[in-house]
């Protein structure tokens, strides 16, 4: 199974810039879709955001469309997740996982199972 481990997050103020980083390790992800899903305490976890194997195709929760974006480089068996204009709405513990089987598409957020330990991303205002 692919095992993931995110990287990136820190402590930045109100409108600053993250890059979050979500790399493989043990095999390789190129052949699957990746996401990225947060959670704030004594929130319900939220997917963020999702970029096919190819990188052709992305999705976004409405609440981060148009600050983050999802990108992707298989060479480095690397996902990124840049976020910019944060908001103190943004903190939360980062995770990304690949999707349950290798595909096209980019299915649905129940297909996104193998979540890694994440990262805390905090912004202060």
């Known amino acids: 199974q692919v095992q993931v481990v995110e990287s990136g997050g820190g402590l930045v103020q109100a409108g600053g810039s993250l890059r979050l980083s979500c790399a493989a390790s043990g095999r390789t992800f190129s052949s699957y879709a990746v996401g990225w899903s947060r959670q704030a305490p004594g929130k319900e976890r939220e997917f963020v955001a999702s970029i096919s194997w190819s990188g052709a195709s992305t999705y976004y929760a409405d609440s981060v469309k148009g600050r983050f974006t999802i990108s992707r480089d298989n060479a480095k068996n690397t996902v990124y997740l840049q976020m910019d204009s944060l908001k103190p709405e943004d903190t939360a513990v980062y995770y990304c996982?690949?999707?349950?089987?290798?595909?096209?598409?980019?299915?649905?957020?129940?297909?996104?199972?193998?979540w890694g330990q994440g990262t805390q991303v905090t912004v202060s205002s």
């Open positions: 996982a690949p999707r349950s089987r290798p595909g096209n598409g980019l299915g649905f957020p129940y297909e996104y199972d193998y």
